[in-house]
Structure formats: structure tokens, C-alpha cells
């Protein structure tokens, strides 16, 4: 299995500065974003969201949306929503294209949901610190230690992992996932740990964790977050359970993304502090004018922000020219997506 800072190069691209509490601390990030990387000129006289709009009728397109993707894009997608709504999606469409706003792994469940249809990505290099952190070889070679154990992985994961694993789950569906199997059954899950704890609370078992973060989550600052609910005394703090466990510890919910987004509509509370990806912002203003939402801080020494620097990567400009272009396309070889596809539609038929 690799180690932390093997995970760390493999995820981040640089080596670890320091390894201090709450896993590595990351300086010196340089992330590319927004329309950065785009190869071509584009008519600035263009309107992006008409002529996305006549491209997606031309071609008979769909628009799939994370909620962790900039306000623009969450406005023009077709669907929006989680792994799992977005993955749910992805198999109820009838659509010719599906263009994927999101990461690589997200795209790639959506191929090996719909082989025949063509899904294109803005920009390939989207990708995600918890697939990255996880290679195929060593993820088989994990398993092979455990032969009789069944092994669950989150869907952030690449197609080659899936089709090694016996389930996929999400954040909304990983407690039932796991309680789905016979308790006498070892259970590994991959790739990230801590949702992997989160699981084995709620769930109540024992299981053999891949060590594996998101480096978004993992950034969140417990002492600054005990400062911001000092000073916002009403404030209710909401987590997703990707966050380290001593941040998980201070929440007042913990849940998945669209758990988070129903439970600020649900309380009386007018505060939350959202320990998420920011992204998800844009549809809380939205379901709930009348509150405030407050961004929980990150660690010092980070990026010092909590944007995912891979959802970023996407803009309407990479939308337009995939649509328009039919490329980047995203390919997963035949015989890892039929079977990838087996642990996929095994979740699905839980959900
Ligand atoms: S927020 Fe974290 S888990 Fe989600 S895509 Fe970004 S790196 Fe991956």
C-alpha cells in the first residue's frame, strides 16, 4: 500500500512540506483554473449560454452538473446535483451526448452507465485527489491480502478500481452499502478514510480503510472553526463526511450534499457554517434566501481556500467548445466498464 506521502506526490504533484495534524499540510499550490488552458479563440462578441443552448439542441445534448461547479454552470445545466443524482441521471437519459461538468471520475461512471452514447468532459485534466490516491495495482494488491473480504469503494474512484471492487457507494448511500453486506463478512473500503470512519460509526463495523483524503475536505481548521461558532453563537456548523474526524466531531450535521442542502432548508436555524465545498453555496442562497451561510475556514498553510481546484478547471467557454467540438471524449475500455458495471448497478438497485 503506498504511504502518506507517496498518496500526497501522487495527489498534489509536489512533494509534502510538513506532515502535522489532520494528515499533510500543502503550501505552494498553483492551480489552473476557470478558462485557463483553453487552446483557441473564442468570439468574445459570442452569448456562451445561447449558443450552448443551440448546441445542445443540435446535437440532442444534455448538461449533467455537480453542485461543487461555478454558479454559471450550475444555472445552464440540464441536471444538477450529487454522485449519486448525477450517476441516477446518467442512466434515465435518452440524450445522444452527455456532457459531464464535474471530474473524470464522475464522467467515466456516466460512459459505463451509457456505453453507446458519446460524454464529453470541458476540460480532461479534471480529475480528483481521491481517485488519484488510489492506482489500480496497489488497490489489487490490497484486495489480494484479503481474499475472502468484500471490498466497497466510493465512487470517487477511477473505472479500473471500480471494476475490482464488489460495491460502489456514495457519501448519501455508504452506511446502507456497507450494512447491505453479511456481518461475518470482512469489509475493506476505499479509497477515502474518512468517510471510511464515518462509516464504520454509523454503521457499526469493523472495516480495513484505504488511506486516502480529499484535499478539499481535509483542510478544514477545527480551532478556526470553534472561533467562527464562538462568534456566530446561533450558527449551526454542517459537514460532509470526506472532513477529517476532529472536524466531524464539532458538527451539528454531517451529511452528503444534498443531505446538507435539505437539512439548511429544514431547520430554523438562520446561520450555517458549511463545511463542504463552497460550490454548493450558490443552490443554498438559493433554497434559502433568507439565511446566512458562512464558508468554514481552512488550515493555515493550505491553498487557503476550500474550492476544488479539479471542479474548477471547468467553465462555460470548455462547455461550449465541448459541445460544439464533441471532444474531449471520455473512453473506458470495454472490458474494465462491463466489469465496473456490475458493482455501479448494485449500488443504483439499493438507492
Ligand atoms: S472535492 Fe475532493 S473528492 Fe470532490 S472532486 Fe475535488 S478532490 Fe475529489
Redesign the pocket.
Known sequence: MPTEPELFRARCGFEPLAIGYGGLYKTGMNYTRHSEGIDQDIDPSLDLEQEIARLKKEKNAIILAHF?QVPEIQDIADFLGDSLQLAQQAKKTTADVICFAG?HFMAETAKILNPERIVVVPDLEAG????DGCPVDAFRAWRAKYPDAVAVSYI?CSAAVKAESDWICTSANAVRVVQAIPPEKQVLFAPDRNLGRHVMKHAGREMQLWPST????ETFSERKIIDLKERHKDALFIAHP?CEPAVLRLADYVGSTTALLRFVQTQEAKTFIVGT?PGILHQMKKAAPDKTFLEAPPQEGTCACNE?P??KRNSLEKIYLSLRDLSPRVEVPEQIAVRALVPIERMLSLS
Open positions: 461543487y471530474v480528483c485527489s481521491l481517485a470517487n480529499c484535499i478539499v475536505h470526506e465545498e476544488c479539479h471542479m
